[in-house]
């Protein structure tokens, strides 16, 4: 009972003494930014909003690892935030040091066991170190070369004490008027049911064992082949992949508009067919390898499209495909999860000029990431949420124009997708009805 009370009263001190500390960080942060607002002097609001941007930025490394990672995810969601908070957040990486290699070990004999002899050869320094695990390159004893992801010592603590912290700032933003609109409550606590997913290597496992079966009929994707006996719940153990990012070709030599058309059909395959998204899509999630192969890496984060939502996402991307802004604006108004329009007229009209400006240009022509943000920044002003789960599929969206660009840039996405959008019509089902609908000129002259 003492031991019991002993731990609770050592948790509750760890968890003071790291708010007078994220306390600290946050006051002189506040001080930092007032500081560079008063020595910039006059500047526009997309400049502001620049500055605000890098500063929050700054301050999330400062934090440590679990608001890195929470900054890293607000970095996808274009819906919350205006472009020069994206622009700074989108630059975040994982800048977090190795664990000692003895602790690291030490976890890998626990939970593999009398298993761990079957890795004959580690590497002691890891070939990646994130926020909640780091990887190394092995081998095992049937001459398998092996990437052996192992959580860090300790990280299931620390991401629960933080993110008690975090909900707590992020309820007092809910006193502003202003930062209540970024939403940060419902924000934090889908980042909690990330990251809890995140710790639980079982579930990337499924995700893992899921993806090779929906993309297996797409020629030259893959994802790494996991050993299921040597995978735990911090423990994972997989196919090591030799190849580059996405975005150095070059270092493979292979056919550019090749890997950009496979690259391509399995984010559209993933999008409009399966409806089960990788969250976390970015070039050094997107592997190349030297025997012309896509392999898509690092799976804990999926996103997946409810089946009564797939008809009215496939009905919205279609109104993009037909330059149909009056469409696309009432299906983004009728299934916001909440809306805050006051002047319907001027919200259509906002999305049907923008429409009118992005379609039909070559993908060689096409800005994805402005295209996503000028969309979601009209979304913001007129107050229609977006659901979260669509925004990662705008995001995926995005991160497939930057792969046709980057490979063979005069490929055009909205006609690539064409054959994967006209299977999801025919397959997917009804859609769930509207949650409203939008006001007719006589409501809109009576509001």
Known sequence: MFGHNRAAMLRGLRLILRFFQLAWLLTWGHFAYVFALLRRGRMSPLEKERLRGEHIASLLERLGATYLKFGQILSTRPDLLGPGYIEALSRLQDRVKPERPEAIFAL????????????????ETPIAAASVAQVHKGKLDDGSVVAVKIQRPGIEERVERDLALLRIFANLTTISPTLRLLALPGAVERFGRAMEAQLDFRKEAENNLRFAKNLADLEGVEVPKLHPDLCTKRVLVMEFIEGVRATEPEKVGQNGRELAM???D????MVFRDAFVHADLHPGNILLTHDGRVV???LGLVAEIDEDMRRPWIDTFM??????GKGAARLFYAYAPSVGVKDYASYERDVTDFFDVFHGKPLNELEGGQVVAGMMNILRKHRVEVDPVYTVVHVAMVVAEGLG???????DLIQLAGPRLMEAMVTCPPGRPPLR???????AKAA
């Open 296 to 298: 898509l890496i690092d």
């Open 405 to 411: 660009k980057q490979l063979a840039p005069e490929l």
């Open 108 to 123: 890998l004999d626990e939970e593999l066991g009398e298993k761990r002899a079957r890795i004959v050869e580690l590497s």
């Open 319 to 324: 109104a993009l495909m037909a330059r149909d």
């Open 266 to 269: 399995a984010i559209l395959t």
């Open 437 to 443: 609908e939008p006001p007719t000129l006589e409501t």
């Open 262 to 264: 496979r690259g391509l």
